[in-house]
C-alpha cells in the first residue's frame, strides 16, 4: 500500500468535471469526468465511476454502491466507532482495470481522507469492495497509523477480512520471510511503502489471530498506541506479557510453520471464528435500535427519505458511537496508496 502524492496533483483535481448528481470532491490524483453512480441508503457513502470505463466500469461502481454499507458497517465494528461519510470514485488508477493499481486516499482520518480513489476491477466486486475496506480503515485510525507499517498492515487485514481475501495477490509476508525475516516487531518503519516492514506486520497480526484475538480488538489497541506503537506492544497489551518476549515467541512460530509463510496468513488467522463476533455492547444496543427504528417506519409507510433521517438520528444519539478522527491533529501525508507488493 504505496501512498505517493503526485506533484501536479493540485491542477489537475481543479480540472475535474461531473456528470449529474452532487457535485464531487478534490479527488487525490484523478482528474477526469466524475459521474454520479449513487448514494448508499445509509448515506455515508457516494459512488461515482469514470464514465470512459464503459458498462463494465459502472458495474464495479453499481456494486460498490450495493456492498458500501455492509464494509462500512463491519469496518465500524472492527474500530469500535462510528465512521463519517466519504466519497469513492472507480477509474483505471495508473491504467490498470483488474484492481493492481490499487487504491488512494488524502489523510488518516474522515476529514482528510473522505475522498477515496478506488482502480476498476472488471468482473471482480468483491475486489472492489476490499480496495474500499482497506482506505476506510485507514480514515477510522483517527490521525494515527496511517503512513507507518504497522498501520499498513492493520488496512490490508481489515481488508482482508471485509473485503474476502480478495486481495491475495498483494500479499507482502512473502517477501519479507524470502529477505530473512528482519525485526519489525520491536521497530516501527516510518513507512507505508515497504514490503518487508509491512510483511512482518501481516505475518505477526496472522499469529495473534490464531490465538485467538480479534481483530477488532487488535485493530483498536493498535489505534490506542498510536504511531509511536510498536508490535510488541500490542503483544504485550493483549496478552499481558512482556514486550520483549513477543519477537522471539513469534520468530520461533514463524520458524516451526509447515511450508513457511507463503500468503499473508501463514497461521490461518481468518479462519478463526468470529472475527467480528467480539462486539462492544453498545454495538449491539445500537443494531437493535436501528432494526427497531426500521419496523417502526415501516408500520407507519414512512417514505425512504425518512426513513434513512430516523436510522441517522439512532447513530448519532447511541451510547458510545463516536467519530472517528474529527479535525486533524497533525501534519499527514496528502495521499495514502495501496499497491500490490510487486510494486511497492
Known amino acids: 500500500m504505496r501512498h505517493p502524492m503526485k506533484t501536479d496533483a493540485l491542477g489537475r483535481r481543479q480540472a475535474a468535471r461531473q456528470v449529474d448528481g452532487p457535485s464531487p470532491p478534490s479527488w487525490p490524483s484523478y482528474s477526469g469526468t466524475s459521474q454520479f453512480v449513487g448514494t448508499s441508503s445509509s448515506g455515508r457513502v457516494t459512488v461515482y465511476v469514470d464514465p470512459t470505463l464503459g458498462d463494465q466500469g459502472l458495474q464495479n461502481g453499481q456494486d460498490l454502491l450495493r456492498d458500501a454499507d455492509r464494509v462500512a458497517a463491519a469496518n465500524d465494528a472492527l474500530f469500535g466507532s462510528q465512521g463519517g461519510s466519504v466519497s469513492v470514485i472507480v477509474f483505471a488508477l495508473d491504467g490498470q482495470t483488474d484492481g493492481t493499481g490499487g487504491a488512494d486516499h488524502g489523510g488518516c482520518d474522515y476529514v482528510t481522507g473522505s475522498a477515496i480513489e478506488i482502480c476498476a476491477s472488471f468482473g471482480s466486486p468483491a475486489r472492489i469492495s476490499a480496495l474500499f475496506e482497506a482506505e476506510l480503515s485507514e480514515c477510522s485510525m483517527g490521525g494515527n497509523l496511517c503512513g507507518v507499517s504497522t498501520g499498513e498492515a492493520l488496512s490490508r487485514w481489515c481488508a482482508a477480512v471485509v473485503g474476502n481475501n480478495a486481495l491475495a495477490d498483494f500479499a507482502t ?42 481483530l477488532d480488538k487488535i485493530a483498536q489497541t493498535m489505534v490506542s498506541l498510536r504511531d509511536s506503537g510498536t508490535l510488541a506492544d500490542l503483544y504485550s497489551r493483549l496478552t499481558s506479557d512482556a514486550a520483549a518476549n513477543a519477537w522471539p515467541a513469534f520468530l520461533s512460530a514463524v520458524q516451526s510453520l509447515r511450508g513457511g509463510v507463503t500468503n499473508d496468513d501463514p497461521f490461518g488467522g481468518a479462519a478463526q471464528p468470529a472475527q467480528l463476533a467480539h462486539l462492544a455492547p453498545w ?28 436510522i441517522r438520528a439512532a447513530l448519532v444519539s447511541a451510547p458510545g458511537a463516536r467519530r472517528a478522527g474529527g479535525a486533524p491533529t497533525g501534519d499527514y501525508p496528502k495521499s495514502r496508496r495501496l499497491l500490490p507488493s510487486d510494486r511497492l
Open 173 to 214: 509476508a512473502p517477501q519479507w520471510a524470502q529477505d530473512g525475516m528482519p525485526d519489525y516487531v520491536n521497530q516501527t518503519a516510518p513507512t507505508d511503502q515497504d514490503a518487508d516492514s509491512t510483511g512482518c506486520g501481516m505475518a505477526f497480526l496472522s499469529w495473534l489471530t490464531s490465538q485467538g484475538h480479534g
Open 283 to 310: 454495538t449491539i444496543e445500537l443494531a437493535g435500535k436501528i432494526f427497531a427504528t426500521i419496523l417502526a417506519d415501516l408500520a407507519a409507510a414512512k417514505p425512504a427519505n425518512q426513513m434513512v433521517a430516523s
